[in-house]
C-alpha cells in the first residue's frame, strides 16, 4: 500500500482565523440536538446532556463537533425553520461558550441557518446534506460567510432518497455531481471545501458498498473527504441487527474508509474511531 493511501496530500481548512490540519485523519463527533435521529434521538435535548456530550467528544480525541437539529433519516418528518433554529440555536450557544475552541460544524441545509450559527454564534464549519440542492442561496451564503463547507452527494431529498433510488452508472455520477458544484463554489470564491459521498443518502445498500470500494477515485479532487456511516442500515441491514449494534460492523467500515483515503471520521462513537486512526497510524509506519 502506497503510504498517501493513509496519509493523503496536506489538506488544512479555516476555522475562524485557526487552521485545522486534516494532512492526518481526524474525527467528528456527532451532538444531535433532535429528539427522533435515527441513533441517538433525544438524548442531548438539556443543558447539562449537551455539555457532558460535547465534552465526551472533545475528551474521547474528536477535534470537531457537529450539530444538528434536523434529522435527515430516511422518512423523517419535516422541521420548520423556527423549530430548528429553537433546537439548536441555544444548544450551540452552550457548546461555544463551554468549549470555545473546539471547530463546530452545523448540519442543515437551510441558508437562513448557516447565516444566523456562524454570524450571531461562531459555528466555525456548515455540514449540508443536500450539497445545495435544496436550497438556492447556500452556495451564495457560504462565499459570504467564507467559512469551510461539506459538500455531500445526495440523490433525491430526505422524504424520498430511499425509494429504489437508479444510477446508469454510479461513481460516474457521483463524480459529475462533485465537479459541477465544486467549480460553481470555486468561481464564487469558496475555497475550503470537504467532499463527503454521502452514504446512505439515494443509494441501495449495494451502492453504498461500490461506493465505499471506489472511494479513491475521489482523490481527484484533491480535496479533505469525510465519511459518515457511524451505525447507519448499510451496517446493520446487512449484519441482521440494529444501530445498537453497529458499533463492530461501523468501526471496521470506518477502517477501511481510512484505507481508502478518508480524512474526517463523522461518528457517534469517538474513542473507537480514534483508536482506528491511531493503530493504522502506526501500521503505515512499516508500509513500503
Same mark, same amino acid.
Given at each position: *500500500?502506497?503510504?498517501?493511501?493513509?496519509?493523503?496530500?496536506?489538506?488544512?481548512?479555516?476555522?475562524?482565523?485557526?487552521?485545522?490540519?486534516?494532512?492526518?485523519?481526524?474525527?467528528?463527533?456527532? +451532538?444531535?440536538?433532535?429528539?427522533?435521529?435515527?441513533?441517538?434521538?433525544?438524548?442531548?435535548?438539556?443543558?447539562?446532556? =449537551?455539555?457532558?456530550?460535547?465534552?465526551?467528544?472533545?475528551?474521547?480525541?474528536g477535534k470537531i463537533i457537529d450539530m444538528g437539529a434536523y434529522s435527515t433519516r430516511p422518512g423523517a418528518p419535516e422541521v420548520?425553520?423556527?423549530?430548528?433554529?429553537?433546537?439548536?440555536?441555544?444548544? &450551540?450557544?452552550?457548546?461555544?461558550?463551554?468549549?470555545?475552541?473546539?471547530?463546530?460544524?452545523?448540519?442543515?441545509?437551510?441558508? /437562513?441557518?448557516?447565516?444566523?450559527?456562524?454570524?450571531?454564534?461562531?459555528?466555525? !464549519?456548515?455540514?449540508?446534506?443536500?450539497?445545495?440542492? *435544496?436550497?438556492?442561496?447556500?452556495? @451564495?451564503? =457560504?462565499?459570504? &460567510?467564507?467559512?469551510?463547507?461539506?459538500? *455531500?452527494?445526495?440523490?433525491?431529498?430526505?422524504?424520498?432518497?430511499?425509494?429504489?433510488?437508479?444510477?446508469?452508472?454510479? *461513481?460516474?455520477?457521483?463524480? #459529475?455531481?462533485?465537479?459541477? @458544484?465544486?467549480?460553481?463554489?470555486?468561481?464564487?470564491?469558496? /475555497?475550503?471545501?470537504?467532499?463527503?459521498?454521502?452514504?446512505?443518502?439515494?443509494?441501495?445498500?449495494?451502492?453504498?458498498?461500490?461506493? +465505499?470500494?471506489?472511494?479513491?477515485?475521489? #482523490?481527484?479532487?484533491?480535496?479533505? !473527504?469525510?465519511?459518515?456511516? $457511524?451505525?447507519?442500515?448499510?451496517?446493520?441491514?446487512?449484519?441482521? $441487527? /440494529?444501530?445498537?449494534?453497529?458499533?463492530?460492523?461501523?468501526?471496521?467500515?470506518?477502517?477501511?474508509?481510512?484505507?481508502k483515503g478518508a480524512n474526517i471520521l463523522r461518528v457517534h462513537d469517538v474513542k473507537e474511531a480514534t483508536e482506528s486512526i491511531?493503530?493504522?497510524?502506526e501500521y503505515n509506519k512499516f508500509t513500503d
Amino acid at each position: *500500500m502506497d503510504k498517501d493511501t493513509f496519509f493523503s496530500k496536506k489538506h488544512s481548512i479555516n476555522c475562524r482565523g485557526k487552521l485545522l490540519d486534516l494532512s492526518k485523519p481526524v474525527v467528528m463527533g456527532i +451532538l444531535n440536538v433532535t429528539p427522533d435521529s435515527f441513533y441517538d434521538g433525544g438524548k442531548y435535548t438539556q443543558p447539562e446532556a =449537551i455539555t457532558a456530550r460535547a465534552g465526551q467528544i472533545i475528551a474521547e480525541g474528536g477535534k470537531i463537533i457537529d450539530m444538528g437539529a434536523y434529522s435527515t433519516r430516511p422518512g423523517a418528518p419535516e422541521v420548520s425553520e423556527e423549530e430548528e433554529e429553537k433546537r439548536l440555536f441555544p444548544a &450551540l450557544e452552550i457548546v461555544r461558550k463551554r468549549f470555545p475552541d473546539i471547530p463546530v460544524s452545523i448540519d442543515t441545509y437551510r441558508a /437562513s441557518i448557516a447565516q444566523k450559527a456562524v454570524s450571531e454564534f461562531e459555528a466555525d !464549519i456548515i455540514n449540508d446534506i443536500s450539497g445545495g440542492t *435544496m436550497d438556492p442561496d447556500m452556495f @451564495k451564503t =457560504i462565499a459570504g &460567510l467564507k467559512v469551510p463547507y461539506i459538500l *455531500m452527494h445526495i440523490k433525491g431529498e430526505p422524504n424520498n432518497m430511499q425509494k429504489n433510488p437508479v444510477y446508469g452508472n454510479l *461513481m460516474e455520477e457521483i463524480l #459529475k455531481f462533485f465537479s459541477e @458544484k465544486i467549480s460553481t463554489l470555486k468561481l464564487m470564491g469558496v /475555497s475550503d471545501i470537504i467532499i463527503d459521498p454521502g452514504f446512505g443518502f439515494g443509494k441501495t445498500l449495494d451502492h453504498n458498498y461500490e461506493l +465505499l470500494h471506489k472511494m479513491e477515485d475521489f #482523490k481527484i479532487f484533491e480535496l479533505p !473527504i469525510l465519511v459518515g456511516v $457511524s451505525r447507519k442500515s448499510m451496517i446493520y441491514k446487512l449484519l441482521q $441487527s /440494529s444501530p445498537d449494534q453497529a458499533l463492530n460492523g461501523t468501526t471496521i467500515i470506518n477502517t477501511l474508509a481510512l484505507l481508502k483515503g478518508a480524512n474526517i471520521l463523522r461518528v457517534h462513537d469517538v474513542k473507537e474511531a480514534t483508536e482506528s486512526i491511531k493503530i493504522l497510524e502506526e501500521y503505515n509506519k512499516f508500509t513500503d
